[in-house]
Nanobody, 113 residues
Framework: VQLQASGGGLVQPGGSLRLSCTASTSIESTRAVAWYRQAPGKEREFVATEGSGMASYAESVKGRFTMSRDNAKNTVYLQMNSLKPEDTGVYYC?????????WGQGTQVTVAS
């Protein structure tokens, strides 16, 4: 399976972006899909995950980011509101299939005035 992440860009603090992660094949609603991000010079970190209608979020984004999915489009979304400069980084989507991790190519999010 291939994952294609998109929707990144440059946004001012307090702004919003919606990231999309589209899979080349259908992903069961029970299969968790996660978002990670990597800021310059930092380790990749967990942002959010959703599966079977249940989502969990890193403390740093809780209340600001929301995951959703459209199974008909094989797409998972990450709605990001009230963005902060510290949200800047490359965002990756990821899932596991047959005990193997699959990663999207990443989409750049830059929060700056």
């Amino acid at each position: 399976v291939q994952l294609q992440a998109s929707g990144g860009g440059l946004v001012q603090p307090g702004g919003s972006l919606r990231l999309s992660c589209t899979a080349s094949t259908s992903i069961e609603s029970t299969r968790a899909v996660a978002w990670y991000r990597q800021a310059p010079g930092k380790e990749r970190e967990f942002v959010a995950t959703e599966g079977s209608g249940m989502a969990s979020y890193a403390e740093s984004v809780k209340g600001r980011f929301t995951m959703s999915r459209d199974n008909a489009k094989n797409t998972v979304y990450l709605q990001m509101n009230s963005l902060k400069p510290e949200d800047t980084g490359v965002y990756y989507c990821q899932t596991w299939i047959a005990n193997k991790p699959y990663w999207g190519q990443g989409t750049q999010v830059t929060v700056a005035s």
